[in-house]
Nanobody, 121 residues
Framework: QVQLVESGGGLVEAGGSLRLSCAAS????????MGWFRQAPGKEREFVVA????????NYADSVKGRFTISRDNAKNTVYLQMNSLKPEDTAVYYC??????????????WGQGTQVTVSA
C-alpha cells in the first residue's frame, strides 16, 4: 500500500513563497513519476505539475510556469513543490500524486490527503 504524506501548506501573503513536501512509502519511489494537483473551493481538481522518475522530465500547467518548481530526492523518497510569487488564485488544497509508471504520461495511481495553501491579497 502506497502512502503519500504532504506537508508545508499554510497561509501566506500574495507575492510570498511556500515549499510543499510529499513523503512517499510503500513502493520503490524512484521507479515512478510524481506530481502535484490542486483543488480550489467549488472547482474541479486540476493538474499543477509532474516530474518523471529521474527528474529529467517535467510538465507544468501554464498557470504556474515560471513561479513553481518541482523536484524530487529519490534517496529521501520525497517530492517537493517550491511555490514563489504566490497569487490569491493559487489558494487551494494541494494533493501529491504518484503515477503508475516512470513517465509523467502514465495515470495517477495514488493520492495524498492534501494540504491547504491559502494566499491572502
Amino acid at each position: 500500500q502506497v502512502q503519500l504524506v504532504e506537508s508545508g501548506g499554510g497561509l501566506v501573503e500574495a507575492g510570498g513563497s511556500l515549499r510543499l513536501s510529499c513523503a512517499a512509502s510503500g513502493r520503490t519511489f524512484s521507479n515512478y513519476a510524481m506530481g502535484w494537483f490542486r483543488q480550489a473551493p467549488g472547482k474541479e481538481r486540476e493538474f499543477v505539475v509532474a516530474i518523471s522518475w529521474s527528474g529529467g522530465s517535467t510538465n507544468y500547467a501554464d498557470s504556474v510556469k515560471g513561479r513553481f518548481t518541482i523536484s524530487r530526492d529519490n534517496a529521501k523518497n520525497t517530492v517537493y513543490l517550491q511555490m514563489n510569487s504566490l497569487k490569491p488564485e493559487d489558494t487551494a488544497v494541494y494533493y501529491c500524486a504518484a503515477y503508475s509508471g516512470y513517465s509523467i504520461f502514465t495515470a495517477v495511481s495514488y493520492w495524498g490527503q492534501g494540504t491547504q495553501v491559502t494566499v491572502s491579497a
